[in-house]
Nanobody, 119 residues
């Protein structure tokens, strides 16, 4: 199983970016999916989460600006980030709980994608 994160880049304050995280491999289904971020010198923090049923949860710092979504048919998760601020600068990681047809499960991390908000 592999999680491939993409969509990061350099954007000016107030701008937008859309991150994607695609899961591939012998996947039966995907349970929870999450986005984390880690800024230099800081601990990794949870940004947003979404269950298989579509229930979402956000960090207070991004509520009203970020929207998490998923396409279960494509095993893909998204993070629409609007009104970006310099403090959103970080490496963004995706995380997923994968269910396999044998009944087992495991959690996986993507490789991270850099988001830089700067003028």
């Amino acid at each position: 199983v592999q999680l491939q994160a993409s969509g990061g880049g350099l954007v000016q304050p107030g701008g937008s970016l859309r991150l994607s995280c695609a899961a591939s491999g012998s996947i039966f289904s995907i349970n929870d999916m999450r986005w984390y971020r880690q800024a230099p010198g800081k601990q990794r923090e949870l940004v947003a989460a979404i269950t298989s049923g579509g229930t979402t949860n956000y960090a207070d710092s991004v509520k009203g600006r970020f929207t998490i979504s998923r396409d279960n048919a494509k095993n893909t998760m998204y993070l629409q980030m609007n009104s970006l601020k310099p403090e959103d600068t970080a490496v963004y990681y995706c995380y997923a709980v994968i269910l396999f047809s044998r009944g087992s499960s495991g959690y996986y991390w993507g490789q991270g994608t850099q988001v830089t908000v700067s003028s």
